[in-house]
């Protein structure tokens, strides 16, 4: 292979590595991507610099389980954390643990959703307390933002959303009784520019205090998660951002035919449709203006690594922890197998090392940034998944590295990629998806059968099509050989 490709040359002088993370943000939702509702001008200058996966895939559509999964390469059936409630046992080995153990100072600064006091191998770690001490007195404006989310009146009676860090650790009030409670104002929708002022932002905060630590340890080898909260909810962006997408100028996505979904996914789209529309636009306007807003944080972080000569000398890994639906099918946030749910954004840049302005079909899931990590900086993998002896723990992680693809995009990559959901519920789902076609194993109830090629919106679910069945068959034996549904360890937990 060509040595302007080997990243075995930077062995003596090894890369830094930053991670830039947002939240919620669907793949489809850039400039580079070929969308220009929202201009991500920050975001596709990454892009031009590196490798951007078409098809890159979260593990699981959920905040907390999905970024487990990225610090550890193990699925969620495997680090038992899979809904926002849980937390990472903290004997497992994360990328951060890795990096630390091999001379790296490991930084994380903005959402990780921990839930607890754990550091998980970060070294230097700056949450979102940090952000609220910051604000001190203007924190009764955020207050009103968590009570005001337009797509659920219940979190005014609550003011309690750890999913936006309100507050970062779980159970810190006592029985998660939010002293807000009764002290705040529901916003009218009208508009959803923020109370505070665009420097006031956690997400500014967050760019604010990442270049700080790029100015601080620049001549260190580091290794850093920035990892920003937008587009994620409050949906309250500051006025300059949210004027850009007025509230009754936002125009809803049709719902379509619904009739071949599973029940579970028919209840959801209706309880949409049962909201007032206002409620849904303020939802969707609110989310532009968020990604908007931290595609302008991004762009400081990245000029400041810029600025202090670090490029040439740090891997750049952009990405997020799950999608938005934003309306399709009727729906909003994630929480749901289809594409614009659980396809991500991942992009990543190593100007001179890997190849520049290029995109890549190639099916990834998303948490093998840890392994391919690993591979990129020569380091060797540590045995075993844990910190030290922990009963029933995989001997091994489940992701795989994509380093092959960062050196030729033009690979075909893996067969298919797995993700699952809702593995607590009644009714958990299993996702295998092939570069035509995704079938959804929903215990107890409809599976699902898409035909991508044909039907890229999943519009039509091919599950009773009699023409289909050697293909379920086929897919079905897909997804047993990666994980057994039936066999899972959750299955004893369903309520």
């Known amino acids: 292979m060509h040595a302007l490709y080997n990243f075995h040359i930077m062995t003596e002088n090894k890369p830094n590595i930053l991670i830039i993370m947002t939240d919620q943000h669907r793949a ?16 596709d200058e990454i892009a031009s610099k590196g490798v ?65 006091a754990h550091n998980y191998g970060f070294m230097y770690y700056m949450s979102i307390n940090d952000w609220l001490m910051y604000l001190g007195p203007k924190v009764r404006h955020y207050a009103n933002e968590i009570a005001s989310h337009p797509h659920g009146t219940h979190f005014f ?31 009218s ?19 604010r205090e990442s270049v700080k630590f790029l100015q601080q340890y620049k001549d260190q080898r580091f290794f850093l998660v920035t990892s920003f909260m937008k587009p994620h909810t409050p949906f309250f962006p500051p006025r300059e951002w949210a004027e850009k997408y007025p509230v009754d100028e936002m125009e809803l996505p049709p719902v379509g035919n619904m009739s071949t979904y599973p029940p579970h996914i028919q209840k959801r789209i209706k309880n949409y449709m049962n909201m007032d529309e206002k409620y849904l636009k303020a939802g969707r306007a609110g989310y532009l203006g968020n990604l908007a807003f931290v595609d302008t944080c991004i762009g400081r972080v990245y000029k400041a690594l810029e600025k202090l000569e670090l490029i040439d000398n740090t891997i750049v890994i952009y990405t997020s922890d799950h999608g938005e639906m934003d309306g399709d099918h009727g729906l909003y946030q994630k929480f749901c197998l289809f594409e614009s749910s659980v396809k991500v954004p991942l992009i990543v840049s190593w100007p001179g090392l890997i190849p520049e302005n290029k995109v890549t079909e190639a099916l990834t899931e998303y948490f093998g940034i840890y392994p391919t990590l690993v591979e990129m900086t020569n380091t060797a993998m540590s045995e075993g998944t844990t910190l030290i002896d922990m009963p029933d723990a995989p001997e091994n992680i489940d992701s795989s590295s994509f380093a092959s693809i960062l050196r030729d995009p033009d690979l075909h990559g893996p067969m298919a990629v797995f993700c699952e959901y809702a593995l607590k519920s009644k009714i958990p789902q299993y996702m295998i998806r ?43 034996d897909q997804l047993f050989e990666c994980y057994n549904p039936n066999f899972s360890s959750f299955n004893s937990e369903k309520s």
């Open 189 to 207: 929708f009208d508009s959803m520019a923020s109370e505070l002022e665009m420097e006031d932002h956690l997400d500014a905060f967050i760019a």
């Open 434 to 476: 092939t570069h035509r076609y995704k079938y959804n194993f929903n215990r107890g109830t409809m599976h699902e059968l898409y035909d991508l090629e044909v039907d890229p919106g999943e519009y039509r679910n091919l599950i009773n099509d009699s023409n289909m069945k050697k293909v379920i068959n086929n897919l079905t």
């Open 28 to 43: 489809d939702l850039m400039t580079c991507a070929g969308r220009d509702l929202v201009p991500t001008p920050n975001i």
């Open 157 to 187: 009676k609550t003011v309690f959303d750890t999913g936006a860090g309100f507050p970062d650790m779980e159970r810190l009030w006592e029985n998660d009784k939010s002293p807000w409670v009764g002290n705040v104002e529901r916003y």
């Open 52 to 116: 951007r996966f078409q098809n890159a895939f979260c593990p699981y559509p959920v905040c907390v389980a999905s970024r487990m999964c990225l610090l550890t390469g193990l699925y969620s059936h495997s680090t038992g954390a899979v809904d926002n409630t849980d937390q990472l046992d903290w004997r497992y080995r994360t990328m951060a643990n890795h990096f630390s153990d091999n001379g790296y100072l490991t930084g994380l600064i903005g959402k990780m959703h921990f839930n607890n």
